[in-house]
């Protein structure tokens, strides 16, 4: 058996560590991808909160004409509309055995130009 020895002069070349150039264009892609998916999944959550505060804006009116009625001497309770920034409310006042029954409807704008509709129901007893 041979031993080989290397001279001073001959040191073997250190490797090289890092990143080849596939290897970097194949990560940028998936950062790529992966920052396209969080704007698209941002404006989606933004919209999402929008409609949320127009509905819980709308069943606050509700509740706010609900215990306005409340309020009410039954004998005076009647039906009737009306519009609270932007947002109808329709309420109906139905005598019922005990009291009187309450159906209120509101109706809000969407971020998309359409209309909901939300409807609440009640019983004041008299």
């Not at 290897?23 to 919209?47: D, H, K, N, P, Q």
């Amino acid at each position: 058996m041979s031993t080989r020895t290397i001279s001073p002069d001959r040191a073997p070349a250190p490797s090289r560590g890092g990143f080849t150039i596939v290897e970097l264009m194949v990560a940028m892609m998936v950062f790529g991808i992966g920052v396209l998916g969080l704007a698209a999944t941002t404006a989606t959550v933004t919209r999402l909160m929008g409609s949320a505060s127009r509905q819980t804006l709308a069943a606050a009116i509700a509740q706010s004409r609900i215990e306005k009625l409340r309020g009410t001497a039954c004998a005076s309770l009647a039906s009737g509309s009306d519009t609270v920034r932007g947002i109808t409310s329709t309420w109906t006042v139905t005598t019922a055995t005990r009291g009187v029954s309450i159906s209120e409807t509101v109706s809000f704008p969407t971020a998309r130009g359409t209309t909901r509709t939300r409807v609440y129901n009640t019983m004041i007893t008299c």
